[in-house]
């Protein structure tokens, strides 16, 4: 059974103009998929219909074999949202920002048992922040702020781990780092990846199948096969 | 120490003392949540629904306080489903809550003949009007209150961490803001003999504020806003006792001056 299966969707935002139009698609578990594609290009909505956020005006989209949108188990699901930001005010210490994604997998009451809090530890040290566990997250750089969100994810042992735009605002280096990452913990969990972001350069010869969004799917394979021009950013893409 | 205990020889102060305890507690920890979630003015408009409430019981001749407790509850659930349901934008639901709610409050409060300073107690606060029967409903909602927010804290704190990332793995995020919804509205309930209508959304905004320039943690920046809050009234009641003023205003005054304080000590740390 794929992890994510799309059937020629169709989609437009209310009074809009399509955004998607025939997009198939389908991931198996364990594969590493980068989806990538000009900002506007659709992939942002391709993965929120992916995720079940939105429905489809035609087509069939389903999740671990279920409609996406009535998916039951969602805790299955690692999410990193785009630009990943605090939706808070108050000062929160790493060890916070990560117990709050075993909330999916505990249950909405009571505190952390001692196994979750093994499972945040575990989570914690994924991303090489063990020793900053403690420290207000607002004192991380841009880099080591996503790493944290990542271990948020991580810490519900997802099946699906989909990383939106995880490289924005990141310096070179750390974007290198964050794809080392990411292809460590592929390889280590065989978790299922789905990275969207609007360049692919930093995680290309790490990522199984390339799928380049355009108003629909424009590439689908081996980043190898990807034609060359497409590796320019100056080009202009039909 | 002498001072607190002459106080204490009254037997209203001993009530304000403890419904101030409860509220003290309540409102910051109710109200963190609502200040992460950008909802600080939410208090505000359950407060004017509240005030209709406490109209309705003097119509009804009930208890003003559990009138204002329905009509909380009811005015925080229905702001949440006009927000959610995307019926009109946050600050138009606001609006609709605070207008309706003033309207309704100053009708009923004509209509029941009751324009006088009972009224003025429920909108400024009174140390002087909280009865045995006040502290018992106080005691029983504050219990309940603070054990919904232990109970479900890690989950609130999830949804005002990361709201989509938290739906999108299957926290309920639409039942836990109907929760903190209705938290808020017993909170107003709660507080409103203490501190009055107009000012209890103060007392579950600004500790919290205060509490943030110097905490490290979410856990920190809590548990310092309830010892600020704590320290507002019990500070803010004695100050009222000695000068006889309104006691809600020299709360808040005191939760102001905190802020200032806290401040200080950030600018200086």
């Given at each position: 059974?794929?992890?994510?299966?799309?059937?020629?969707?169709?989609?437009?935002?209310?009074?809009?103009?399509?955004?998607?139009?025939?997009?198939?698609?389908?991931?198996?578990?364990?594969?590493?998929?980068?989806?990538?594609?000009?900002?506007?290009?659709?992939?942002?909505?391709?993965?929120?219909?992916?995720?079940?956020?939105?429905?489809?005006?035609?087509?069939?989209?389903?999740?671990?074999?279920?409609?996406?949108?009535?998916?039951?188990?969602?805790?299955?699901?690692?999410?990193?949202?785009?630009?990943?930001?605090?939706?808070?005010?108050?000062?929160v210490t790493v060890r916070e920002v990560v117990a709050a994604g075993r909330v999916?997998?505990r249950?909405?009451?009571?505190p952390l048992?001692?196994?979750d809090r093994?499972q945040v530890a575990?989570a914690i040290?994924?991303?090489?922040?063990?020793?900053?566990a403690?420290?207000?997250?607002?004192?991380?750089?841009?880099?080591?702020?996503?790493?944290?969100?990542?271990a948020k994810?991580?810490a519900g042992?997802?099946?699906?781990?989909?990383?939106?735009?995880?490289?924005?605002?990141?310096?070179?280096?750390?974007?290198?780092?964050?794809?080392?990452?990411?292809?460590?913990?592929?390889?280590?969990?065989?978790?299922?990846?789905?990275?969207?972001?609007?360049?692919?350069?930093?995680?290309?010869?790490?990522?199984?199948?390339?799928?380049?969004?355009?108003?629909?799917?424009?590439?689908?394979?081996?980043?190898?096969?990807?034609?060359?021009?497409?590796?320019?950013?100056?080009?202009?893409?039909? | 120490?002498?001072?607190?205990?002459?106080?204490?020889?009254?037997?209203?102060?001993?009530?304000?003392?403890?419904?101030?305890?409860?509220?003290?507690?309540?409102?910051?920890?109710?109200?963190?949540?609502?200040?992460?979630?950008?909802?600080?003015?939410?208090?505000?408009?359950?407060?004017?629904?509240?005030?209709?409430?406490?109209?309705?019981?003097?119509?009804?001749?009930?208890?003003?306080?559990?009138?204002?407790?329905?009509?909380?509850?009811?005015?925080?659930?229905?702001?949440?489903?006009?927000?959610?349901?995307?019926?009109?934008?946050?600050?138009?639901?606001?609006?609709?809550?605070?207008?309706?709610?003033?309207?309704?409050?100053?009708?009923?409060?004509?209509?029941?003949?009751?324009?006088?300073?009972?009224?003025?107690?429920?909108?400024?606060?009174?140390?002087?009007?909280?009865?045995?029967?006040?502290?018992?409903?106080?005691?029983?909602?504050?219990?309940?209150?603070?054990?919904?927010?232990?109970?479900?804290?890690r989950?609130?704190v999830a949804?005002?961490l990361?709201?989509?990332?938290?739906?999108?793995?299957?926290?309920?995020?639409?039942?836990?803001?109907?929760?903190?919804?209705?938290?808020?509205?017993?909170?107003?309930?709660?507080?409103?003999?203490?501190?009055?209508?107009?000012?209890?959304?103060?007392?579950?905004?600004?500790?919290?504020?205060?509490?943030?320039?110097?905490?490290?943690?979410i856990r920190?920046?809590?548990?310092?806003?309830?010892?600020?809050?704590?320290?507002?009234?019990?500070?803010?009641?004695?100050?009222?006792?000695?000068?006889?003023?309104?006691?809600?205003?020299?709360?808040?005054?005191?939760?102001?001056?905190?802020?200032?304080?806290?401040?200080?000590?950030?600018?200086?740390?």
């Amino acid at each position: 059974m794929p992890v994510v299966e799309l059937q020629h969707v169709d989609f437009a935002y209310p009074g809009g103009p399509p955004v998607l139009r025939d997009v198939t698609l389908r991931v198996e578990q364990g594969e590493f998929l980068a989806v990538a594609g000009p900002n506007g290009g659709g992939k942002t909505t391709l993965l929120r219909i992916v995720l079940g956020l939105e429905r489809p005006q035609a087509g069939t989209a389903r999740l671990f074999g279920e409609p996406a949108s009535s998916l039951r188990g969602r805790s299955r699901i690692g999410y990193l949202v785009q630009r990943a930001q605090l939706g808070i005010d108050s000062p929160v210490t790493v060890r916070e920002v990560v117990a709050a994604g075993r909330v999916p997998r505990r249950g909405l009451v009571g505190p952390l048992r001692s196994e979750d809090r093994v499972q945040v530890a575990r989570a914690i040290e994924r991303v090489g922040l063990a020793d900053r566990a403690s420290a207000p997250l607002s004192t991380l750089s841009g880099g080591l702020q996503q790493r944290a969100f990542i271990a948020k994810a991580l810490a519900g042992e997802p099946e699906l781990l989909v990383l939106d735009e995880p490289t924005a605002g990141v310096d070179v280096d750390a974007q290198e780092a964050l794809a080392s990452l990411l292809e460590e913990l592929h390889s280590d969990l065989r978790v299922t990846i789905l990275f969207v972001s609007h360049e692919f350069g930093a995680v290309e010869r790490f990522v199984d199948r390339l799928v380049l969004v355009r108003g629909g799917i424009v590439f689908d394979g081996d980043p190898a096969a990807l034609p060359a021009h497409w590796h320019d950013p100056s080009h202009v893409h039909p | 120490m002498t001072l607190l205990m002459s106080i204490l020889d009254a037997d209203f102060m001993r009530l304000a003392f403890a419904t101030g305890a409860v509220v003290g507690v309540l409102a910051p920890a109710v109200g963190f949540f609502l200040v992460q979630r950008r909802m600080s003015l939410i208090g505000d408009g359950i407060g004017h629904v509240a005030f209709a409430g406490v109209a309705a019981g003097y119509l009804l001749g009930i208890s003003p306080v559990a009138t204002a407790l329905v009509a909380s509850v009811g005015g925080a659930v229905a702001i949440e489903w006009l927000r959610t349901r995307r019926r009109a934008a946050g600050d138009q639901a606001l609006a609709l809550l605070f207008y309706t709610g003033i309207a309704a409050g100053v009708v009923l409060i004509s209509a029941a003949g009751a324009l006088n300073a009972n009224l003025f107690a429920f909108l400024f606060g009174s140390i002087l009007t909280v009865t045995r029967g006040d502290l018992l409903l106080v005691g029983v909602l504050g219990i309940v209150g603070l054990a919904l927010i232990a109970a479900f804290y890690r989950a609130l704190v999830a949804a005002a961490l990361d709201e989509e990332g938290a739906r999108v793995s299957g926290v309920p995020v639409g039942l836990l803001n109907v929760l903190l919804a209705a938290l808020a509205g017993v909170t107003i309930a709660v507080s409103m003999r203490i501190v009055g209508i107009l000012l209890i959304a103060a007392l579950m905004v600004l500790p919290v504020i205060a509490a943030s320039r110097v905490a490290w943690s979410i856990r920190s920046n809590m548990l310092i806003a309830i010892g600020i809050g704590l320290g507002s009234v019990f500070v803010g009641l004695t100050a009222a006792y000695y000068a006889n003023l309104a006691p809600g205003g020299a709360i808040v005054l005191v939760a102001a001056g905190a802020f200032v304080v806290t401040s200080a000590a950030a600018a200086f740390r």
